[in-house]
């Protein structure tokens, strides 16, 4: 049986070790997901009502959280939106569509609450199948007019974007403190760090563009 709900303070620490295992090694030796999520919950930006569990049978197998962005066009005019991030299944069940069903859950919930557009930060490979489009195809970039191969954009209703040029500005809480997370990650189960292709991987689309 599969549910999906809003995560609980006494889940916190059972989510976090899901987003340790399933992030670990994955994009660089160790991570530092679950120590985001312990500080993004507590920031001005996160939205409590899009923090989201799946779970299966009983037990926590997905997590998905939701901060608050912006977007600001060349006269400093903002518009509200989304992102979302750590999103996590269980090594376990990958690849079955889980990952998928949370985010749509979660894109009916943010449009039923006034929310209309969601940019994120990933592997195209992963997410183009749940609506995402290059950013560069609604004119979203960062300063400088450059627009990183990783940012996507999804229109959460349809024509919300009319093309004019705007700047991706995110939430502070995703500036993480390297130390911070390492002191944090001493509190779990020692697992051990390594190199993994999917690193290279991470780099080169971390530091790719559109042209």
């Known amino acids: 049986m599969l549910t999906i709900r809003n995560e609980t303070e006494k889940d916190y620490r059972t989510v976090e070790i899901l987003a340790r295992r399933a992030f670990w090694n994955l994009y660089t030796p160790g991570c530092f997901e679950h120590y985001l999520m312990h500080v993004m919950r507590r920031h001005e930006d996160f939205v409590?009502?899009?923090?989201?569990?799946?779970?299966?049978?009983?037990?926590?197998?997905?997590?998905?959280?939701?901060?608050?962005?912006?977007?600001?066009?060349?006269?400093?005019?903002?518009?509200?939106?989304?992102?979302?991030?750590?999103l996590c299944i269980a090594p376990e069940h990958q690849r079955k569509g889980y990952g998928k069903m949370l985010m749509a859950h979660s894109f009916e919930k943010a449009t039923e609450m006034g929310y209309d557009v969601v940019v994120i930060f990933g592997s195209p490979a992963n997410?183009?199948?749940?609506?995402?489009?290059?950013?560069?195809?609604?004119?979203?970039?960062?300063?400088?007019?450059?627009?990183?191969?990783?940012?996507?954009?999804?229109?959460?209703?349809?024509?919300?974007?009319?093309?004019?040029?705007?700047?991706?500005?995110?939430?502070?809480?995703?500036?993480?403190?390297?130390?911070?997370?390492?002191?944090?990650?001493?509190?779990?189960?020692?697992?051990?760090?390594?190199?993994?292709?999917?690193?290279?991987?991470?780099?080169?689309?971390?530091?790719?563009?559109?042209?």
């Not at 998905?64 to 750590?86: N, Q, R, S």
């Not at 004019?164 to 697992?191: H, I, L, N, P, Q």
């Open 48 to 86: 409590p009502e899009l923090d989201l569990v799946l779970e299966l049978d009983g037990q926590i197998i997905g997590s998905i959280m939701y901060t608050k962005a912006k977007l600001v066009d060349e006269t400093g005019e903002e518009k509200e939106i989304l992102t979302f991030g750590p």
């Open 127 to 211: 997410y183009v199948s749940s609506g995402f489009q290059s950013c560069k195809k609604y004119n979203i970039c960062f300063d400088g007019g450059k627009f990183p191969s990783a940012m996507m954009v999804n229109e959460l209703v349809a024509g919300t974007l009319d093309g004019k040029r705007r700047f991706y500005r995110g939430s502070s809480v995703m500036t993480v403190s390297e130390e911070e997370a390492a002191a944090y990650d001493e509190t779990f189960e020692r697992m051990e760090k390594s190199f993994s292709p999917s690193q290279e991987a991470f780099y080169i689309m971390k530091n790719s563009f559109v042209d």
